[in-house]
């Protein structure tokens, strides 16, 4: 771990020759990689049986109607069929599906209430039945069902061919300050977990500070272990739709090219790494997210490679071609 760990401090520390210490070639990158080289089968393939749903829809009227509603719809709680539920998780292996049923539902369950992972693919098959999906001979297999490989159908759905819509909403900053003030700390935040328990994160204050506390420190204090993790980690999925914002700029003033495909790609990449990381916190498994954390400064790496340590490297050098297609 810790190489892995050097490559890390170097890329957020210095910001200069991180390029030459990770290369596409890298395992990280090449495990992101992985789905899209092998051909994975997809929901579109029969990846559950018609047994297993109808065991998914038993259990689903017992402990899911009261918020999801009878028929999936939503009611309290979000809808689990539809383009909006789809669109959401189709950028996920189905994994991420079986994660968010087995380890976070019915929410803050006691632990007598907690779903087995038997359970948790039954209801996935019965949410992919409901949604259209066809089913086939043998059962999503409960086991290792978070590491499944199986994914969707490509494409993003609705809007999928559309460029980006002009936004009510531009950008306040440039693209330099939105990454020093959300994704510098909250990937740092994640990075950490290779070095302590979640429930040692944020990191807390020294208690013996002379003039007590600070604001910021009692923060620190708020919210903390693995829910600390999860935070960052949809902070992070969810901060970097802005870097699609129409009106987007670098610091030099230069337009973020968000109709350059490597550039959707990049963000499509970094969207996912995050995602997943949020996946590894919610089931809680230290040692997975702290080797995933490679594909996720490997994703910050693709695009500083190419829009940011370009020129003068790093912070103190020539910017000026940053966010610069070429
Ligand atoms: C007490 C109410 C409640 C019950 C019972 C419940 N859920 Fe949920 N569920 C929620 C809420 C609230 C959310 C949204 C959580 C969020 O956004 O963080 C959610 C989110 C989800 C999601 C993710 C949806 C999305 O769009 O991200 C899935 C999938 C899901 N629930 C499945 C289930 C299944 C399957 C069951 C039955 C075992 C179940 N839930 C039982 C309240 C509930
Ligand atoms: C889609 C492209 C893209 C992704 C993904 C991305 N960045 Fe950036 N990053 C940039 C660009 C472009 C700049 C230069 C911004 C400017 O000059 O205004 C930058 C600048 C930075 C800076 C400021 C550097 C300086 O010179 O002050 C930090 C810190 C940073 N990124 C961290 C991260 C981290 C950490 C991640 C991953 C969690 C990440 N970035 C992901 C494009 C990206």
Avoid at 3 to 16: D, E, G, I, M
Avoid at 47 to 55: I, K, N, P, T
Avoid at 147 to 157: K, Q, V, Y
Wanted: hydrophobic fraction near 40%; charged fraction near 15%.
């Amino acid at each position: 771990m810790s190489s892995v760990r050097r490559v890390l401090v170097t890329t957020l520390a210095t910001l200069t020759f991180v390029t030459l210490l990770i290369t596409p070639s890298s395992p990280g990158a090449q495990a992101g990689a992985q789905a899209s080289a092998q051909a994975p089968r997809t929901v579109q393939d029969g990846v559950y049986s018609d047994a297993q749903a109808s065991r998914g829809q038993t259990l689903y009227a017992q402990r899911c109607t009261g918020c999801h509603g009878p028929a999936l719809a939503g009611a309290s709680a979000p809808a689990l069929t539809g383009d909006l539920f789809t669109n959401k998780f189709r950028m996920e292996p189905l994994s991420a599906l079986f994660i968010q049923i087995r380890y976070a539902m019915p929410p803050k369950a006691e632990a007598n209430a907690q779903l087995t992972s038997e359970q948790a693919a039954d209801l996935v098959a019965h949410v992919l039945k409901s949604n259209g999906f066809p089913a086939g001979k043998t059962d999503f297999p409960p086991a290792d069902a978070t590491n499944s490989p199986i994914g969707w159908p490509a494409g993003r759905g609705v809007g999928a061919s559309s460029a980006p819509s002009p936004s009510w909403y531009s950008p306040t900053g440039n693209l330099a300050q939105l990454m020093r003030g959300v994704f510098f700390h909250n990937s740092n935040l994640i990075f950490s977990i290779q070095e302590l328990e979640a429930k040692d994160l944020p990191p807390q204050p020294p208690s013996t500070r002379p003039d007590g506390l600070t604001t910021f420190d009692w923060g620190l204090m708020a919210y903390t272990g693995w829910p600390a993790v999860e935070n960052a980690t949809t902070a992070l999925a969810d901060a970097s739709a802005l870097l699609m914002l129409p009106g987007t700029r670098c610091e030099n003033g230069r337009a973020a090219p968000i109709t350059e495909p490597d550039w959707i790609k990049f963000t499509d990449q970094m969207i996912s790494v995050a995602r997943r990381s949020y996946r590894l916190a919610q089931t809680k498994d230290k040692e997975a997210l702290s080797k995933f954390t490679l594909d996720l400064s490997n994703a910050c790496n693709a695009c500083h490679r190419v829009y940011r340590d370009v020129g003068g490297r790093g912070g103190a050098g020539n910017t000026s071609a940053r966010c610069m297609h070429r």
